[in-house]
């Protein structure tokens, strides 16, 4: 195999404000060799991941900050190529973070099989991987939504406000989604089956919309974006309202100093709010349980997964580039190659 | 009597930004006469509450909006003086809600009988009225702070502060304060035996200042004042550290567009962090076991209560005012009388 190329994709810019494509750089290396105990992956899918972005500019978030030159570590689906690892064999699909590459080496550490029978592969780094998961332990574990709660939902046509949703909604709630655009807003109510559509791009005045939206006001807001829209959501919610913040795609772009953040503190002493801070990562012992649950919901046309698939390593930066842009509709991969038999 | 004045303080002009002495009217009516299951009660001590200032700009908190021209109805310690109710007689001692007057007419209605055998009857609407039980029930019964922790807490020599870490100091925790002066942290260090102290006043960098008496990173932060203060909080909070917001001084003067607010959103994502607001009459199961430890910690000399007393109702509108500009040193209060025999 010494005559095939291993493309990978670096971070090779610091970002300031929104990403651009030029701050990655597309490489060609000689297609590594796996030592003993490791395993050589051929990536199938990667993963766009807006939660990538915060540690682009330099500064720790949940996980550390990237450096400069190393290969964007998203989530992955690969087959094993070459095996020298006794628990794997050639042709086993499995799910990691191998990122923004046609190959990989592991060792093994980190790696989970794919179920397939749960569904299509791309689906372990979606609703089966941690978007998916995000918003089933969210709504069900710590949120606890009840039957007949108002529950608003930013980003609501993105890989985890949509999974978020529709969890919510078939546990009995009455289910409000911001999204951007009309596409996203008219597909989510006819498809989602949320309730209220907000098109943050049309809406002058987000504030009113949901006012009008939420005629009894929010009991949960599930926050992928903050901002005014987190500002908006928390002028509007009810005693002892719940937010989780699972995301913060509209400030991750900005320096903290410059970041709008959350106004009104004082209407969490009014209101009696809680607000949350989530990495669903410190609650594995979910995982199982979520994933049964949500393919069960799956079969029975309950949950509908919308995935947005970009062909081609070579597009994954600009693909990551529109996530900000509010071009995704749907969890965002790049489709690498097909699994060979 | 129809012969005695009673001097009654209005609230008499909507306030922007820090309060005025104008904002009140001083107004002097005929006494009040009692009707049937009526009391009339002589005002001894009332008291002086930043909590006042978020209604008086014509905005609803946790209580609704005050309107011009009703008398400042802070909490009071009174005697009965005429009794047309069978379950009070004349001389009893009662704390309520009958504010900035001479004179107040009650129902009976929201009454408590001040028991003089836990102390001074001042207390009753200090350590064992609302500053002293929002200081137990916060951190106790929602904080749940332990051995160990370190706990910061804002406006540290003030009603509830004060209170608070020294109830934190009891059960362990490593306790740094902040507040404004020289005066208030040596004597809070000195007679609260707080860990550390922050002098806001000569700090020019909050954000370094509690980097270096918070060593460990706060685990838990129990504001009182909101602004720059609670921004430098969350950026030295550990994982999982948690927030109560008891008040929010420094934000009450500022217009909610205005507001400095909480800037680093994506920080509660990167270290979990909850914040939740907290209004302590929510909580009256655990009123009389606060009131009764904190009696037995004051017997053992364990808990240390200072008031900040103010001659003559006339003067309660200054010292509202000096409240936001850090002149109160413990428990305000008005002496408006002495008890009769």
């Given at each position: 195999m010494s005559d095939k190329i291993n493309r990978r994709i670096l971070f090779s810019r610091l970002m300031v404000g929104n990403p651009k494509k030029e701050d990655f750089e597309l490489i060609e290396e000689p297609l590594p060799e796996p030592g003993e105990m490791q395993l050589l992956l051929r990536n199938l899918y990667v993963s766009i991941d807006p939660g990538s972005r915060d540690r682009l500019s330099g500064r720790d978030s949940y996980v550390p900050a990237k450096t400069?030159?190393?290969?964007?570590?998203?989530?992955?689906?690969?087959?094993?190529?070459?095996?020298?690892?006794?628990?794997?064999?050639?042709?086993?699909?499995?799910?990691?973070?191998?990122?923004?590459q046609d190959y990989a080496i592991s060792n093994g550490k980190g790696l989970s099989r794919v179920d397939s029978g749960l569904g299509p592969i791309s689906n372990a780094i979606g609703v089966f991987g941690l978007p998916g998961l995000t918003a089933y332990v969210g709504i069900r574990k710590l949120l606890k939504v009840a039957s007949g709660e108002t529950v608003l939902i930013s980003s609501a046509a993105g890989a985890v406000g949509s999974i978020a949703g529709q969890i919510a909604k078939i546990g009995g709630a009455y289910v409000v989604g911001i999204a951007g655009g009309e596409e996203k807003c008219a597909f989510s109510k006819k498809v989602y089956c949320f309730d209220e559509m907000i098109d943050y791009k049309s809406e002058s005045n987000i504030n009113e919309a949901l006012e009008k939206a939420c005629p009894k006001g929010v009991d949960v807001y599930f926050d992928n974006v903050g901002g005014e829209i987190l500002n908006a959501a928390v002028a509007n919610m009810r005693r002892s309202g719940r937010i989780l913040i699972c995301g913060q795609v509209a400030e991750y772009n900005i320096e903290p100093a410059q970041r709008i953040g959350l106004r009104d503190v004082s209407a969490f002493i009014g209101k009696r709010l809680n607000m949350r801070g989530f990495v669903v990562l410190d609650h594995s012992e979910f995982f199982d349980e979520a994933k049964n649950t949500m393919a069960d919901w799956i079969k029975n046309k309950q949950l509908i997964v919308r995935e947005h698939i970009v062909e081609g390593l070579e597009n994954a930066p600009q693909a990551f580039c529109g996530l900000f842009r509010g071009e995704n509709f749907g969890r965002g991969l790049v489709h690498v190659a097909d699994p060979s038999q």
């Open positions: 400069l030159g190393e290969v964007m570590d998203t989530q992955s689906v690969s087959q094993v190529v070459v095996s020298r690892h006794p628990d794997y064999q050639v042709g086993d699909i499995v799910a990691g973070y191998h990122g923004w």
